[in-house]
């Protein structure tokens, strides 16, 4: 069964600090995998999307890594804003013709001032 | 550019009432279309998802249906709403040959 799981649930960091939150899949055979933020009571965001190929991408302080061997990825944020406060959503898609990506439950970021 | 709309932004129904929430993409021609639903505290659960006018597929079983009666429109249906219908619900699509995701604001129903 296809399965995306990340960690941590939910994590709470100071203005101007880094963060990584870590996404692990089960996703067989792999298409892509993109990360989401998604502000509270919004659709959510693209913010990266990765191919098998790719092992890092990067969208302003936002930077994905992906280890396809492992079936791993994170998102590092830099220098938090509180703008940052969001959840943060893992998605993997399948390829082989198949619509149906699986979404992971989401990292709850908060940054306080 | 492409653009996704969905309506009503909030909704607040009885128990019982029928529910018809709509998605209309601009800017591409042959979306994939998909709804979802988010509750409280919860990942995305995909309702249903189309290919083509009139092509639907539901991934889950439920008291819920959904319609593509043209191109870029989707509409989400139900005809007696329950109240684990509450939710937060997603519009999104996808072109033809691309699997990125583009979502709408989405649409939060209370049923009460």
């Known amino acids: 069964k296809n399965q995306v799981e990340q960690s941590p649930q939910s994590l709470i960091i100071l203005e101007g600090k880094n963060c990584t939150l870590q996404c692990n899949y089960t996703v067989s055979p792999f298409s892509n995998l993109r990360w989401y933020k998604q502000d509270t009571g919004r659709g959510p965001v693209s913010l990266t999307i990765?191919?098998?190929?790719?092992n890092t991408k990067s969208n302003g302080r936002y930077t994905a890594t992906l280890d396809a061997d492992t079936k791993q990825s994170s998102l590092h944020i830099t220098a938090s804003q509180l703008s940052d406060s969001a959840s943060y959503i893992c998605v993997v898609s399948p390829s082989g013709g198949s619509y149906i990506p699986t979404f992971g439950r989401g990292t709850s970021l908060i940054v306080h001032p | 550019s492409q653009t996704i709309h969905q309506w009503p932004a909030t909704l607040v129904q009885p128990v019982g009432s029928p529910l018809s929430l709509e998605c209309t993409v601009e800017?591409?021609?042959?979306?994939?279309l998909y709804w979802y639903r988010q509750a409280a505290g919860r990942g995305l659960q995909l309702l249903f998802y189309?290919?083509?006018?009139?092509?639907i597929s539901s991934e889950v079983p439920q008291n819920l249906s959904a319609s593509r009666p043209q191109d870029r429109q989707f509409i989400l249906s139900s005809k007696k709403l329950l109240l684990s219908d509450s939710g937060f619900y997603l519009c999104?699509?996808?072109?033809?040959?691309?699997?990125?995701?583009?979502f709408g604001p989405g649409t939060r129903l209370t049923v009460t």
């Open positions: 990765m191919t098998f190929s790719e």
């Open positions: 800017g591409t021609s042959n979306p994939n």
């Open positions: 999104a699509w996808s072109a033809e040959s691309v699997l990125e995701q583009y």
């Open positions: 189309s290919v083509g006018i009139g092509q």
